[in-house]
């Protein structure tokens, strides 16, 4: 086996060779762009997924506590502003809140956590975690999975409102916005990565922490489609009832 680096460019390749295996293949999400979900699918989909975008700030400033160069600062903070949001601006959060009522559910539900399945918080937790113990070019490099996020905002907002009339379509704002905002994140997050992993066993790392993203999403919809779709929710076997931890707070 080479132990040789690869050349920028080859890594480069490498990384996004990881897209075969990006949640957009999921049959979770299949179904979702197929028009196959039900209301009751897509409705659990959107609570869910809440649990991470709320969480995508916390991750961000993990990474920018852990570095020290105030340029790479600067420039990450542009990450929590698009999801925060700034005083007059609504951001992500807000966006997808708006996406959450559009598809039928209450705005204070999906605030309260309350539907967020154990199996997606422990993977949204874990990789929160991840980002606050390792370096910060390991942590900002995990957020590569950016590479294939236009496509998969495009392929829902290309879908979606074909197969599911019933849903406003002013709660797609988020996809759209995202757009444009996951190309600029991607140009920043490879030059980091591109410039940091220079060696065989770093690119091999890096290449292990992307696999490692790519399950924390996967898992979660592995999750959502046990729960939604095979009828098989944390303690069904024993109760019909929500008994898991609730809330967005231990």
């Keep these: 086996m080479s132990t040789t680096a690869m050349s920028p460019q080859k890594f480069e390749q490498a990384l ?26 897509i409705r ?13 700030p916390m991750k961000d400033a993990a990474i920018m506590a852990n570095c020290p160069d105030r340029d790479i600062r ?3 903070v542009q990450r ?8 007059g601006e609504d951001g992500g959060i807000e966006a997808w809140l708006r996406l959450a009522q559009a598809v039928g559910l209450e705005r204070e539900q999906v605030l309260s956590g309350e539907l967020v399945l154990p199996g997606v918080r422990f993977a949204v937790d874990a990789y929160v975690n991840f980002a ?9 490099s995990s957020s590569l999975t950016e590479l294939f996020a236009p496509h998969i905002h495009q392929s829902r907002l290309d879908s979606w409102p074909q197969h599911y009339p019933w849903i406003d379509e002013r709660g ?4 759209r916005k995202r757009l444009s905002e996951a190309r600029r994140d991607v140009e920043h997050g490879l030059s980091i990565t591109l410039a940091h992993y220079t060696t065989h066993q770093q690119q091999q790392r890096m290449l292990d922490i992307l696999q490692f993203k790519l399950d924390v999403l996967w898992s979660m919809l592995d999750a959502m489609s046990m729960a939604y779709e095979l009828n098989r929710p944390p303690y069904h076997s024993i109760t019909s009832e929500r008994v898991w931890h609730r809330g967005l707070g231990v």
């Design 44 to 56: 659990g989909w959107v609570a869910n997924r809440f649990y991470y975008q709320i969480n995508i």
């Design 172 to 175: 797609y704002e988020y996809f």
């Design 80 to 87: 929590m502003l698009d999801h925060d949001g700034l005083e």
């Design 132 to 140: 606050r113990r390792a370096s910060w070019q390991e942590a900002a």
């Design 16 to 41: 996004r060779d990881k897209g075969a295996y990006y949640h957009i293949h999921h049959p979770y999400h299949v179904a979702m762009h197929n028009g196959r979900a039900t209301p009751e699918q």
């Design 74 to 76: 600067r420039e990450w």
